[in-house]
């Protein structure tokens, strides 16, 4: 049977493809039902931190469900999340120790923009309910994370919903938004954020957003050495606060706990996602800091916020056992070094014409695609570059995760490499081996 639209009730994500059924995953590995293996070299969107059908969080989550499945975040608290509260409050950057655990990505984002908001309400200066985000980031698809969210083709469908959330550009040194080359530049793409505030009104904007390392809209930007440092600073001149969306990046990812942690900075909010759970059970957090729950406890308010599925008992039992995993295979110190090895090894593709460069921190990796790489020309989008590289890597069995549009809202390819933090090096030789046939296919 083909699993394609419109066969069946399912409602795809893509309404062009056909979709393999994958009947187990093992590993680094997926195997469909017709026992075709795909090397699972993004683990899905960057979720699979500790690799696929690992046994132990299957049991954990059984028991759980034996123990409780379900009690309501204004109700009851369970063992479950207590200890995960804790064991995940140990890995935290200092300072930052109040966990409101969550379902998904966009739900972490929308919970920092409205905590930010009614903790300067509650203090005094509710005209400050603005978020200050960048162009080619991604903060998740629901309409308040949308609004932040820098993806052109996202957000155009949706504009009449969005709020006026004003956006900076980011700090792309391979295309640098201001044509300057760093050093020299004095990070102009940070300083931009004080022109910005002073223009908009110091007063309304509630916080600043950023990926610390930027993911699905640009493919693992690395910032510029002071450049996180540089934001922060102007926040906090003007009494703003910092939120960091690690989603993406944070949980081991870039080989520290959390990508701040590269450049020292500590934010007021962190948002964390996806690798929490390894992709087991949705699971997110918005994690503040004690000093601002107080002042909402002692206004005699509570967070105006809560989800059915928040503080899930099953979820925290989940990401409980994953981070027990990741202890025992000291998955982010080896990060370190495994990354290392695959941005090696990733640099040898710039020998294919259209390798315009390769970037990364940690196992948080991308390749930008060019039509020419001395003028750095994207590839007009007519010519769905990156489509054909997904699709081709995926019929040799690599999966990649894609993103295009960033060069100029339609044009710009790349893809993610972001392998599960299990992966051997002969396994990364594997995924560069793959990577180079499915590119001398391309022609
Ligand atoms: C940095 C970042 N923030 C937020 C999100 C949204 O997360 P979700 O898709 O779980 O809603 C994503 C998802 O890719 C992300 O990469």
Known sequence: MEYKYPRGNVFYRKLDRVYPLIHRGEGIYLYDEKGKRYLDGSGGALVVNIGHGQGDIFQKILDQMGQVGYVHGTQFTTKSIEEYGEALGSKLPSGLNKIYFLSGGSESVEAAIKFARQYFYESGEPQRWRVVSRWNSYHGNTLGALSLTGRAGARRPYLPLLLPFPHIPPPYCYRCPFEMVYPSCGLECAKVLEKLIQMEGPETISALIVEPVGGATIGALVPPEGYLQKLQEICKRYGILFIADEVMSGMGRTGKWFAVEHWNVTPDIMVLGKGMSGGYFPLSAMITRGEFVDRLQKKGTNFVHGHTFSHHPVACAVGMAVLKFFDEKR??????????????????LREFPFVGDVRGKGLMTAIEFVKDQKTKEPF??????????????????????????????VNGDMVMIGPPLIIEENQIDELIGLLKKTFLELG
């Open 331 to 348: 998955l982010v110190e080896t990060c370190v070094e495994k990354g290392r090895y695959l941005l090696r090894r990733l640099e040898e």
């Open 380 to 409: 007009p989008r007519r010519e769905r570059f990156t489509e054909r590289v997904v699709d081709l890597a995926f019929e040799n069995g690599l999966v990649l995760y894609p993103g295009t549009g960033f060069v100029d809202g």
